[in-house]
T-cell receptor, first 115, second 112 residues
Framework: DTGVSQDPRHKITKRGQNVTFRCDPISEHNRLYWYRQTLGQGPEFLTYFQNEAQLEKSRLLSDRFSAERPKGSFSTLEIQRTEQGDSAMYLC?????????????FGQGTRLTVV | DQQVKQNSPSLSVQEGRISILNCDYTNSMFDYFLWYKKYPAEGPTFLISISSIKDKNEDGRFTVFLNKSAKHLSLHIVPSQPGDSAVYFCAASEDSNYQLIWGAGTKLIIKP
């Protein structure tokens, strides 16, 4: 499978715990995005990497959230001290070129439930 | 403040007929628009896009129309097929950044 891969697919955690999600983009895609989607809404932009550089961050990304993309390949999104409001689908996407007029390819997402 | 609005949560269309999905936006700085389709338990998949310098883009059964003065775009699917049943998202971006701003989606149901 050469698509965008996200792990885990589902995560249930207790409030206050830390969680980390992984995203493996399509090989050689230099752009990588993280989005969050809640029920009945469209995805909301969280952050964007070009290679290993994190170039944009949404106001939604509080200081409890951190994302990395070491070596410009896979990426991780960590949420510290999770809150019930963090329950959502976390989507990762990648695209091949620096021109923004290129569609992004999405993974299946990680569904986080904070109890 | 929702910058991209899809006012119809759902739409039901007979197989073989035309499906028209609508999207309105408020930010006049948006200059690139995309439609994505999403099946349950899958990530969104790209369908078609349009730049603000055009008013129409066609790809097979899918056509997107852009009316900049009305800040409105629509996706036409002709003819509609059962496999088109999915949630359709409209998204937009402006020249200054790589963020996509998404609508809430419209669930399209194609009736046999």
């Amino acid at each position: 499978d050469t698509g965008v891969s996200q792990d885990p697919r589902h995560k249930i955690t207790k409030r206050g715990q830390n969680v980390t999600f992984r995203c493996d983009p399509i090989s050689e895609h230099n752009r990588l995005y993280w989005y969050r989607q809640t029920l009945g809404q469209g995805p909301e932009f969280l952050t964007y990497f070009q290679n290993e550089a994190q170039l944009e961050k949404s106001r939604l990304l509080s200081d409890r959230f951190s994302a990395e993309r070491p070596k410009g390949s896979f990426s991780t999104l960590e949420i510290q001290r999770t809150e019930q409001g963090d329950s959502a689908m976390y989507l990762c996407a990648s695209s091949p070129r620096t021109d923004r007029r290129t569609e992004a390819f999405f993974g299946q997402g990680t569904r986080l439930t904070v109890v | 403040d929702q910058q991209v609005k899809q006012n119809s949560p759902s739409l039901s269309v007979q197989e073989g007929r035309i499906s028209i999905l609508n999207c309105d936006y408020t930010n006049s700085m948006f200059d690139y628009f995309l439609w994505y389709k999403k099946y349950p338990a899958e990530g969104p998949t790209f369908l078609i896009s349009i730049s603000s310098i055009k008013d129409k883009n066609e790809d097979g059964r899918f056509t997107v129309f852009l009316n900049k003065s009305a800040k409105h775009l629509s996706l036409h699917i002709v003819p509609s097929q059962p496999g088109d049943s999915a949630v359709y998202f409209c998204a937009a971006s402006e020249d200054s950044n790589y963020q996509l701003i998404w609508g809430a989606g419209t669930k399209l149901i194609i009736k046999p």
